[in-house]
């Protein structure tokens, strides 16, 4: 008998080319997603006079500099230009299939790799954007890599790695109405803590993933790196399947059952040993609100935030009380009665047609008290949203329906919070100045900013939801 | 790349937790290119206030200037994988931080760009603090090869992954180093995509 191996060890040894006695290992990588931000890569990889070894292999898409608005006229701040122009002609040169501005298949990169199928279980994905993690939920082992190791994978198609320990992350239990992906996310980081799973590849496990969808489960592996994971993973199954089929990218007819047959073995051995096990009750999780300025500050919406004069730590008191000095917010104060200036719902945590229905659920026929911004995931979102009518829910609740990027999110293509505004939001990272210099940020579930939107604070969803079709 | 054996320089003591990627270079400067200095905007939010008023941090105090070691809290560059990151601190004059733990990707990245990540406890960076600030101009010394740190009177030990440390010992590139594998990644590719086809993507 063979050693039980677990889903992470067969993902690593099925990509291991070689392994040096120092214990780094070289890897195989099946697909290689770049955007606007691997100039520096390719400016590496020109200068060592090299060239991409499997363009085949690589895609492109433009995502965290383009536009909201306007696509159809020529972008206006030269700067922000030049990063899609560059993009454009690093990957025509070399290429590379890419995703650009104009193009219908056009979206965040983590939400158009699985929507045209080139997100496949089994496969090994690496990006230059630390939410790569999200490619984990259809079981393929995904994680983000800078500047020199995009480089080194466009040179190489391979990368140098070291073999992380194994968490599994098992969470069992119905989810109750009003709890989604999001707030199984939240509960788990504020659970294990931001840097808790640092060195770690995450296995999740347990009824309420498995009940999960593949939008949740892709929020939820998109915010292992907010735990700190190297990378989150799902074994795949009928779920994962069934979502896959008919995707331009995804193998037809007797290859595509071949394929799955060979999934189908992508599961933990029963016996198999994680180096750490953390468990969760889903039954008990509520809908989860960040108050502080990391994405650990999470509490469930009917807390209060933190007293740092009730905290006991010195280091933490000192914490808490800059967090909340940032966050304008008096210590003790209950959730519910914080205001929001403006909500944003998108970013590649939240932004797929299961994230637009939730919030249209929660909006439709009411009006949101504060300006807003809806960017949906990808282009092909936005036509399937408009063709289901959630983008006039949106613009009768007063937000604007924008297209298609990384938008408020990172704020690196002119959606910014304004300095000192509070703003209620399906992103990833509540840091200091994420969404603009000053911007207070909370994060939640799109079902929950949309309460907050309607309320003007933010609000429990479950209360509104009450005689609802979801 | 520059090899790191072993440095004496000046520490600045920056003993907050989860500065990530964002705080360490803010999203904006991503588009600069690196000829243009990334050093010069580093910290750039915690330096100064949105009118551009100089607020009270460490680096703004010019006995910071030309330090080469940072001590910092834990999970420092969490977040973003962005390298622009560690371009910014070792354009400043960093070549090794200190902290008890290191977001993942900032490590890799570090690394990559000769700058050292060194793992103490939080009580050593507490300890290590407390003797710079009794005696600021006093060099700290950090050994690779044996992974100590002399700080005040005494000696500290750290930890760092053997893998990278093997890379700054000896200056390694990787892309030279992938190159001596020409021949097994051939075969490795060949091999995977026989065995599991489906790894090539479908044509549309």
């Known amino acids: ?470 | 790349m520059e090899k790191f054996v072993r440095l004496s320089a000046k520490a600045c003591p920056l003993p907050l937790p989860n500065l990530n990627t964002d705080q360490i270079l803010p999203a904006r400067y991503l588009k600069w290119p690196r000829s243009k200095g990334l050093g010069s905007v580093l910290f750039q939010d915690l330096r100064f206030d949105g009118d551009g008023n100089v607020k009270d941090f460490p680096f703004n105090q010019p006995i910071w200037k030309d330090a080469k070691i940072l001590l910092t809290g834990r999970n420092f560059g969490g977040g973003s994988s962005r390298e622009a990151a560690v371009y910014a601190l070792y354009d400043h004059g960093f070549r090794c931080v200190v902290a008890p733990s290191f977001g993942d990707i900032f490590a890799q990245n570090a690394v990559k760009n000769g700058l050292l990540t060194a793992i103490v406890s939080d009580v050593d960076i507490t300890d290590m603090a407390a003797a710079i600030s009794a005696n600021p101009e006093r060099p700290v010394v950090v050994d690779l090869d044996s992974k100590t740190i002399a700080c005040g009177n005494r000696i500290y030990e750290f930890e760092i992954d053997p893998v990278s440390r093997n890379q700054l010992l000896n200056g390694w590139d990787d892309v030279d180093l992938t190159g001596s594998y020409r021949d097994r990644i051939a075969k490795f590719s060949t091999e995977h995509r026989a065995l599991r086809p489906w790894v090539v993507p479908a044509r549309e």
């Open chain 1, 1 to 470: 008998m063979s050693e039980p191996l677990t889903l992470i060890d067969k993902s690593w040894f099925a990509h291991e080319i070689v392994r040096r006695d120092d214990g780094a290992s070289l890897l195989w990588v099946d697909r290689h997603y770049v955007h606007e931000g691997s100039f520096h890569a390719f400016s590496q990889m020109k200068e060592s006079g090299r060239g991409v070894a499997e363009p085949g292999l690589t895609f492109g898409v433009a995502d965290h500099y383009v536009p909201t608005h306007g696509r159809d006229q020529v972008i206006a701040n030269p700067e922000i230009a030049a990063m899609v122009r560059n993009l454009e002609a690093n990957t025509a040169e070399s290429r590379i299939t890419l995703f650009s501005l104009r193009d219908p298949r056009q979206g965040i990169v983590h939400v158009v790799g699985p929507e045209q199928g080139l997100t496949l279980p089994g496969l090994l994905i690496v990006c230059g954007d630390s939410h790569t993690s999200t490619h984990g939920a259809f079981g393929a082992y995904a994680f983000g890599i800078g500047a020199s190791e995009v480089a080194h994978v466009l040179m190489t198609q391979t990368l140098w790695q070291r073999k992380p320990k194994r968490m599994r992350i098992t969470v069992d239990g119905a989810a109750t109405i009003g709890v989604g992906a999001k707030d199984i996310a939240l509960a788990i980081i504020a659970h294990v803590g931001a840097d808790g799973a640092q060195g770690h590849a995450i296995e999740f496990g347990g009824s309420t993933i498995r009940a999960l969808s593949m939008e949740g489960r892709m929020t939820l592996c998109n915010l292992s790196i907010e735990a700190g994971g190297r990378c989150g993973m799902i074994a795949p199954d009928t779920t994962t399947f069934a979502y896959l089929k008919g995707r331009p990218y995804v193998p037809k007819g007797d290859a595509l059952d071949r394929a799955v047959d060979d999934w189908s073995a992508l599961v933990s051995d029963p016996d198999a040993n994680f180096d750490r096990e953390v468990k969760l009750d889903g039954n008990i999780i509520a809908p989860i609100v960040t108050w502080g300025t990391t994405p650990d500050d999470a509490l469930p919406i009917d807390a209060r935030v933190p007293d740092p004069a009730r905290e006991a730590n010195p280091v933490r008191a000192k914490y808490l009380r800059d967090a909340l000095d940032y966050m304008a917010i008096a210590p003790g104060r209950k959730l519910t009665e914080i205001p929001i200036d403006r909500v944003f719902i998108g970013s590649c945590t939240n932004s797929r047609i299961e994230d637009l229905r939730a919030a249209a659920a929660v909006l439709a026929g009411r009006v949101s008290k504060v300006p807003g911004l809806v960017s949906p995931g990808s282009s092909s979102v936005k036509r399937q949203a408009e063709g289901e009518g959630l983008d006039r829910i949106f613009r009768d609740a007063g937000l604007e329906w924008a297209e298609s990027g990384c938008s408020m999110c990172v704020g690196i293509n002119g959606d910014i919070v304004p300095p000192g505004e509070r703003c209620a939001s399906t992103t990833n990272r509540n840091f200091r100045g994420r969404q603009g210099p000053g911007a207070r940020t909370h994060l939640m579930s799109p079902a929950m900013v949309a309460a907050a939107a309607v309320s003007g604070h933010l609000a429990d969803v479950r209360p509104l939801l009450a005689g609802r079709k979801l």
